[in-house]
Nanobody, 115 residues
Framework: QVQLVESGGGLVQPGGSLRLSCAAS????????MGWYRQAPGKQRELVAA???????NYADSVRGRFYISRDNAKNTVRLQMNSLKPEDTAVYYC?????????WGQGAQVTVSS
């Protein structure tokens, strides 16, 4: 029953930056491990970044050093700062709990990296 709304996607040239935001409306947000997932056409959805309730982070090898996840428990938000974007980062990005609530996937934010 958790509602998650992503925002901040768009078209960016290679090497550019973009910041995604996720607004959560469910209860107990501050106690949940949260993450950003992405899915490109024809590929499986993958977890690219995660953050614990205490602020510990984990990143997929493909984004480590370029993407940074953060959270603001007071505002019930999770952010993903994406730097040095590459064409292979093109995908729909979703936020969700880690492990995810199956029934809580939102529409996601489209990120397109192209010249």
């Amino acid at each position: 029953q958790v509602q998650l709304v992503e925002s901040g996607g768009g078209l960016v040239q290679p090497g550019g930056s973009l910041r995604l935001s996720c607004a959560a409306s469910g209860s107990m947000f501050r106690l949940q491990r949260m993450g950003w997932y992405r899915q490109a056409p024809g590929k499986q959805r993958e977890l690219v970044a995660a953050i614990s309730s205490g602020g510990n982070t984990n990143y997929a090898d493909s984004v480590r050093g370029r993407f940074y996840i953060s959270r603001d428990n007071a505002k019930n938000t999770v952010r993903l700062q994406m730097n040095s974007l590459k064409p292979e980062d093109t995908a729909v990005y979703y936020c969700n709990k880690v492990p995810p609530w199956v029934d809580s996937w939102g529409q996601g934010a489209q990120v397109t990296v192209s010249s």
